[in-house]
């Protein structure tokens, strides 16, 4: 960059040149100033002699934005008569965070995903105690409001569109619904991704996180180091309502207009999410396990333990 900018304030600085450069006898260009002098000499020259390099530039942002302020500055014509409109650089750019670099800070992760009533938790709690491993839940609420509140809504706004009520949260079209939950996890996830690399510098972690997407999670973590966890569709309407934790939503639809109505469109909806998930973790190719009313704690356990390589 032939010209040093600061950035303060909304007014661009411009330093001028060190008294070294100041020094230098009649002819010579320092190679720092060489593109700036030659673009400044191809304009008109203030007055009737030769102006301080730092004279024919803007002094502020609003001469940037204003070609007819910018033209006054330099001693031009309004814009479209000059050859010579001032270019600045772009100091912004987006983040982007490639999948090696965070496949190399989460290799001290194990990743459990899936669906609702597939064992998630229970699996993750108990390998958590029997072989000395950090459980993360990001499903529990404390994590959820603490995500809640860094979110903005230009880039959550699933997570952050307005509540207009039970009845309406809990009816809306299974589409609908669905695609709302699918993309607040889908927000989550790097809230999510972050919590894991810090939490994974001093333990090995095991997440138990249903947002997890497979071709993501394939992505950043080696194949035995994830798995995912499913109940068939019986298995999931018989046990939904059954589990302890879901007995506040279950008192919340028992409220409602039409309670029976609602607790089976619920279901029905978390069916929906169930199934479409569990076509991405087949065709990823990653390993998932898939329980009856037949299947044991112990068994999935089992399964589990194999896949991690903790057996």
Same mark, same amino acid.
């Given at each position: 960059?032939?010209?040093?900018?600061?950035?303060?304030?909304?007014?661009?600085?411009?330093?001028?040149?060190?008294?070294? *450069?100041?020094?230098?006898?009649?002819? =010579?260009?320092?190679?720092?100033?060489?593109?700036?002098?030659?673009?400044?000499?191809? &304009?008109?020259?203030? $007055?009737?002699?030769?102006?301080?390099?730092? =004279?024919?530039?803007?002094?502020?942002?609003?001469?940037?934005?204003?070609?007819?302020?910018?033209?006054?500055?330099? #001693?031009?014509?309004?814009?479209?008569?000059?050859?010579?409109?001032?270019?600045?650089?772009?100091?912004?750019?987006?983040?982007?965070?490639?999948?090696?670099?965070?496949?190399?800070? *989460? $290799?001290?992760?194990?990743?459990?995903? #899936?669906?609702?009533?597939?064992?998630?938790?229970?699996?993750?709690?108990?390998?958590?105690?029997?072989?000395?491993?950090?459980?993360?839940?990001?499903?529990?609420?404390?994590?959820?409001?603490?995500?809640?509140?860094?979110?903005?809504?230009?880039?959550?706004?699933?997570? *952050?569109?307005?509540?207009?009520?039970?009845?309406?949260?809990?009816?809306?079209?299974?589409?609908?619904?669905? &695609?709302?939950?699918?993309?607040?996890?889908?927000?989550?996830?790097?809230?999510?991704? *972050?919590?894991?690399?810090?939490? &994974?510098?001093?333990?090995?972690?095991?997440? !138990?996180?249903?947002?997890?997407?497979?071709?993501?999670? #394939?992505?950043?973590?080696?194949?035995?180091?994830?798995?995912?966890?499913?109940?068939?569709? &019986?298995?999931?309407?018989?046990t939904m309502f059954a589990r302890e934790d879901k007995q506040d939503i279950l008192g919340v639809i028992?409220?409602?207009? !039409?309670?029976?109505?609602?607790?089976?469109?619920?279901?029905?909806?978390?069916?929906?999410?169930?199934?479409?998930?569990?076509? =991405?973790?087949?065709?990823?190719?990653?390993?998932?396990?898939?329980?009856?009313?037949?299947s044991t704690v112990e068994g999935t356990l089992s399964l589990v333990e194999e896949h991690f390589g903790?057996?």
């Amino acid at each position: 960059m032939p010209i040093r900018r600061r950035l303060s304030r909304g007014s661009i600085r411009v330093r001028p040149p060190s008294p070294r *450069l100041r020094r230098a006898t009649p002819g =010579q260009v320092h190679p720092r100033w060489r593109y700036a002098v030659t673009r400044l000499r191809s &304009s008109k020259p203030v $007055g009737s002699r030769a102006a301080h390099p730092t =004279q024919h530039l803007p002094s502020s942002r609003s001469a940037i934005e204003s070609p007819e302020r910018s033209a006054a500055v330099v #001693g031009q014509r309004p814009s479209g008569k000059s050859r010579h409109t001032p270019r600045w650089p772009s100091y912004g750019f987006d983040m982007n965070i490639s999948d090696s670099v965070l496949k190399a800070h *989460l $290799g001290n992760v194990l990743w459990i995903g #899936g669906a609702a009533c597939g064992g998630k938790t229970t699996i993750t709690d108990i390998l958590a105690t029997k072989h000395g491993l950090l459980a993360y839940h990001p499903e529990d609420e404390a994590h959820y409001l603490r995500h809640k509140q860094i979110a903005c809504e230009q880039d959550h706004p699933a997570m *952050l569109r307005p509540f207009l009520g039970w009845e309406w949260f809990f009816n809306r079209s299974i589409d609908e619904y669905a &695609s709302a939950v699918i993309d607040s996890d889908r927000e989550r996830v790097e809230m999510v991704v *972050l919590d894991t690399i810090k939490l &994974s510098e001093t333990a090995t972690v095991v997440v !138990d996180a249903h947002m997890l997407e497979p071709d993501f999670v #394939g992505r950043i973590a080696a194949p035995d180091k994830a798995i995912f966890l499913f109940a068939d569709e &019986s298995t999931l309407r018989q046990t939904m309502f059954a589990r302890e934790d879901k007995q506040d939503i279950l008192g919340v639809i028992n409220a409602l207009e !039409d309670p029976d109505k609602t607790r089976e469109h619920v279901l029905d909806v978390s069916c929906e999410v169930a199934a479409r998930k569990l076509e =991405q973790v087949k065709a990823s190719g990653l390993r998932y396990v898939v329980r009856d009313r037949t299947s044991t704690v112990e068994g999935t356990l089992s399964l589990v333990e194999e896949h991690f390589g903790l057996s």
